[in-house]
T-cell receptor, first 116, second 112 residues
Framework: EPEVTQTPSHQVTQMGQEVILRCVPISNHLYFYWYRQILGQKVEFLVSFYNNEISEKSEIFDDQFSVERPDGSNFTLKIRSTKLEDSAMYFC??????????????FGNGTRLTVT | DAKTTQPPSMDCAEGRAANLPCNHSTISGNEYVYWYRQIHSQGPQYIIHGLKNNETNEMASLIITEDRKSSTLILPHATLRDTAVYYCIVRVRGDYGQNFVFGPGTRLSVLP
């Protein structure tokens, strides 16, 4: 069964450094998402992406964050200057969309980002 | 905020059915109910979804009350590997994202 894949599984970085988290969504899906989960807290929405542009973002997704679909398969989340509070699990997700508007959202297994 | 309420935790004996309730009293007529689970810190795993009819797949059954104000996820023969946090989510009409809100879920512990 096709799945969303994320790399790396764990990323350690120093405060102030840039990080790029990578995702390969399911190949025929049209909508892409990033969510995050701080340890012990709820899964939170960050941003959605459709037709090569951001369709929606939460207040968490400030100017330090950006997303990109550099080619036909990858979807990336960049944090320009990491802060300690960016430490979290980051989940990529994708959704078929179109006429299958009630099809489920599929999540990857996440990247654990640790900012020191 | 999530449109659903779930008990914070439940226990179930291995091999028995696990029945996880969810209240969604403000659900609208065209909003679906989705169930996901999260094992440790893995990504949320899709289980099942439905609108008003009961649904069954290889993982679970979903029973939605006639008034659609509540539902129950049934794992017919729970195993230790079913220990996880289970999320019941009502998707507010539209795209996912802000319309797909995770609450705290129910932490299910399957006991040997």
């Amino acid at each position: 069964e096709p799945e969303v894949t994320q790399t790396p599984s764990h990323q350690v970085t120093q405060m102030g450094q840039e990080v790029i988290l990578r995702c390969v969504p399911i190949s025929n899906h049209l909508y892409f998402y990033w969510y995050r989960q701080i340890l012990g807290q709820k899964v939170e929405f960050l941003v959605s992406f459709y037709n090569n542009e951001i369709s929606e973002k939460s207040e968490i997704f400030d100017d330090q964050f950006s997303v990109e679909r550099p080619d036909g398969s990858n979807f990336t989340l960049k944090i320009r200057s990491t802060k300690l509070e960016d430490s979290a699990m980051y989940f990529c997700a994708s959704y078929l969309g179109g006429t299958s508007f009630n099809s489920p959202l599929h999540f990857g297994n996440g990247t654990r980002l640790t900012v020191t | 905020d999530a449109k659903t309420t779930q008990p914070p935790s439940m226990d179930c004996a291995e091999g028995r059915a696990a029945n996880l309730p969810c209240n969604h009293s403000t659900i609208s007529g065209n909003e679906y109910v989705y169930w996901y689970r999260q094992i440790h810190s893995q990504g949320p795993q899709y289980i099942i979804h439905g609108l008003k009819n009961n649904e069954t797949n290889e993982m679970a059954s979903l029973i939605i009350t006639e008034d659609r104000k509540s539902s129950t996820l049934i794992l017919p023969h729970a195993t230790l590997r079913d220990t996880a946090v289970y999320y019941c989510i009502v998707r507010v009409r539209g795209d996912y994202g802000q319309n797909f809100v995770f609450g705290p879920g129910t932490r299910l512990s399957v006991l040997p």
